[in-house]
């Protein structure tokens, strides 16, 4: 886990380590990345993002996978240059995240707006 989480400040040197979820995270512009927790046999890495595994299924195909986590076995860990296009998949999902929520649209769908 620890060599993870230099991997990651590697490629985010910018990153906030921070608890999400009760789990070490890195938060980058406001936005979590990545996440980390450690298990008996295997170190989860969650990108916080649904949508960015299935986008590697051939390059993952040797580790086990759920819609939100990866599992990497101790004795198999994740290269650094995989980790690094999972993590720049997320930040490329982040980008718009910052814009303002448009009241006027919802309001006609949902009373409380």
């Given at each position: 886990?620890?060599?993870?989480?230099?991997?990651i400040l590697e490629i985010v040197p910018d990153a906030e380590e921070v608890v999400s979820y009760g789990?070490?995270?890195?938060?980058?512009?406001g936005n979590i990345v990545a996440g980390l927790l450690a298990n008996k046999t295997y170190v989860g890495?969650?990108?916080?993002?649904?949508?960015?595994?299935?986008?590697?299924?051939?390059?993952?195909?040797?580790?086990?996978?759920?819609?939100?986590?990866?599992?990497?076995?101790?004795?198999?860990?994740?290269?650094?240059?995989?980790?690094?296009?999972?993590?720049?998949?997320?930040?490329?999902?982040?980008?718009?995240?910052?814009?303002?929520?448009?009241?006027?649209?919802?309001?006609?769908?949902?009373?409380?707006?």
């Open positions: 886990m620890l060599t993870m989480r230099a991997r789990m070490p995270a890195f938060k980058v512009d890495y969650y990108p916080f993002s649904g949508s960015v595994l299935p986008n590697f299924r051939s390059e993952l195909s040797k580790y086990f996978t759920t819609l939100s986590a990866l599992h990497i076995p101790l004795d198999k860990p994740l290269p650094k240059a995989l980790l690094k296009k999972l993590i720049r998949a997320r930040l490329t999902q982040c980008k718009g995240k910052q814009e303002a929520v448009d009241v006027k649209k919802h309001n006609t769908k949902d009373s409380l707006w």
